[in-house]
């Protein structure tokens, strides 16, 4: 995990999880907290795993955002989905793609 903010970490990415995943970041700000991106998929336990190296449960999680349908961003988010049970959040272009498992 890498400190951005006080507010803000990168948890996946390059060496953080998976070689081939787009930067995730956590923003955890009141109790509450959002992942950016999901990455491939391929390393989701260690992006967990850096999740509460950041001193936060995954119950506090409520979305997961989703910035556009790259699988390198996307690949991952049904697995952290079923494992943190937050809402996707994803712009309405990117929805048929995202529930189709395909990307645009």
């Excluded at 491939?40 to 336990?45: L, R, S, W």
């Excluded at 989905?81 to 994803?90: E, G, K, M, N, S």
């Excluded at 048929?96 to 498992?101: P, R, V, Y």
């Amino acid at each position: 995990m890498k400190v951005i903010t006080n507010e803000i970490f990168q948890i996946g990415g390059g060496e953080l999880s998976d070689a081939e995943d787009a930067a995730i970041y956590l923003i955890h700000f009141e109790g509450e907290a959002a992942i950016v991106d999901a990455g491939c998929g391929g390393a989701t336990d260690r992006v967990l795993e850096n999740v509460r190296s950041c001193g936060v449960t995954p119950e506090q999680i409520r979305y997961l955002l989703l910035t556009h349908c790259h699988f390198d961003h996307t690949g991952g988010a049904k697995a952290l989905r079923d494992a943190l049970r937050c809402q996707i959040v994803a712009h309405e272009q990117d929805a048929a793609f995202l529930e189709q498992g395909t990307t645009g």
